[in-house]
């Protein structure tokens, strides 16, 4: 009866279905889905410190990251990333000023971003042609604090979906 009650009644079907679910997982978590854990406060109100997301591998395989797009960045290693938001994209000229972000000259809306700190500045910056500028969406913390700047398509591990 105990036996039944494991395994069911076809035994090779609940093998099979466990082999297939292992394996499914394993190419989903393996090679799709990157499973990522926010640290730090700088992805406020957006992330909570702690909170745990999940990174889309194949996002960008037949095309760029937008403008507002949250990715995760490879820093050194597979297992290294940081989450941060696009904010400016290849070609663009990126400016802080006041703790607003500038593009080409024009402030970008961003209803994320709760609270500016008005000592950010950093000075313009053109991004060449798979440079993508990035930033964190608590810009109230002193920009010191923030890894942020400009990062190359090719350490874009993905988008971040949950």
């Known amino acids: 009866m105990a036996h039944a ?3 069911g009644r076809h035994p090779r079907r609940t093998l099979l279905r466990v082999v ?3 394996a499914g997982a394993a190419v989903v978590f ?6 990522v854990r926010a640290e730090g406060i700088s992805m406020e109100p957006t992330f909570e410190p702690g909170s745990f997301h999940l990174v889309n591998r194949l996002a960008y395989r037949g095309r760029r ?3 507002g797009d949250i990715v995760a960045i490879r820093l050194a290693g597979p297992h290294v990333v940081y989450v941060k938001r696009v904010v400016g994209l290849p070609g663009e000229r990126v400016r802080i000023t006041g703790g607003q972000v500038f593009i ?3 402030a970008l809306a961003e209803p994320y971003v709760r609270r500016r700190n008005p000592s950010w500045a950093l000075p313009e910056t053109t991004l060449g042609p798979d ?5 964190g969406d608590n810009r109230a913390m ?7 700047g400009v990062a190359q398509f090719r350490r874009i591990v993905g988008k971040v979906v949950y």
């Open 65 to 67: 990251p937008a403008r």
């Open 20 to 22: 297939l679910l292992v």
């Open 142 to 148: 002193r920009i010191e604090l923030h890894d942020l």
């Open 5 to 7: 009650l494991l395994f």
């Open 131 to 135: 440079g993508y500028f990035v930033v």
């Open 104 to 106: 080409d000259g024009r």
């Open 30 to 35: 393996g090679w799709v889905l990157l499973p």
